[in-house]
């Protein structure tokens, strides 16, 4: 059972402050832990749901949804690293990740273009068997602070439909001879995760669900209406069977590969195809914790 319902856009963000702990302000939080999680509630009259970008059209409202709140079980998977992977759960972590970007890096995004992307690249290439093409199309921002372009974004959620994904392969990838060769064989989406800074993440982490527990009735499509396309994410429903977890105290040489969709998951259903994932408020995050400040690169995998 619910234990909030909220009539919130679905693209509202918190930056809540409230703590419970007495700890130091350097203090991580870690371990096992239980949070309250937000997710999907369909529209009251049963309509296919749909979220506007930016303002919608005379007489439209944003959205058409609703969302609801529930506590949730979280497991830490700091330790356990490389008992996940892209294949079974949808996300994968990385340790000692060397990179040249810095702090300052991330306050340009021609900088972000010019010297990270080409590491992002090169880290899917290496640790994503068999790709031979990456086309990275879009990197967000977030900064847990008021006034910010984009926070963290406390909503249960799936980057990418499957007819999303292919629409992405058709509209990055400008030859069409090209596109339809390539939309024949394997494709995914894989967003990169990472915080900007080094020190570790002490304020709204990123929870997110094994693929391999979440059951495809608990995902909803939802149209993503921008002023020019329409495209697609999902929503997720609460279904007790998920296996949620968060990775403690992130550091800036941590990547945290979340898989948006597969192709060869829709066709084959040998392999995961998609994560479930949000920010989440921790309540042991103790008073004058750093902000978090985070950066996601998405990403085209072929092969």
Known sequence: MSTTTTTAPPSTTTTTTTTTTGAASSYI??????????????????????????SPPAGQPKYNYSEHTQPVALTDIRGAEEAFTLDKDSFQALQNIPSSTTYTTFDSDAAVRETYYPEVEALLLQHIPGAHKIVLFDHTIRRQKEGAARQPVNRAHVDQTAAAAL??????????????????????????WRPLGGDPVQSS?????????????????????????????????????????????????????LKCSD??????????????HTAFWDVRT??????????EVRALVFG
């Open 29 to 54: 939080p870690r371990g096992p832990t239980t949070a309250e999680l937000t997710f999907y509630a369909p529209p009251p009259d049963n309509s296919a749901p749909f979220n506007y970008v930016e």
């Open 205 to 257: 982490p990123l929870a997110f669900a094994s693929a391999a527990s979440v059951d495809g009735a608990d995902l909803v499509a939802i149209q993503h209406r921008y002023p020019n396309r329409t495209g697609e994410t999902m929503g997720v429903q609460f279904n007790p069977a998920q296996k949620w977890h968060y990775w403690s105290g992130m550091t800036g040489d941590e990547r945290l590969l």
């Open 167 to 192: 629409a992405r392969v058709k509209l990055h990838i400008t030859d069409p001879a090209e596109a339809d060769a390539l939309s024949q064989g394997r494709y995914r989406i894989v967003n990169v």
């Open 263 to 276: 192709s060869r998951g829709l066709r084959e259903g040998d392999v995961a195809q998609w994560v479930p």
């Open 286 to 295: 103790p008073e004058g914790a750093r902000p978090r400040e985070s950066i």
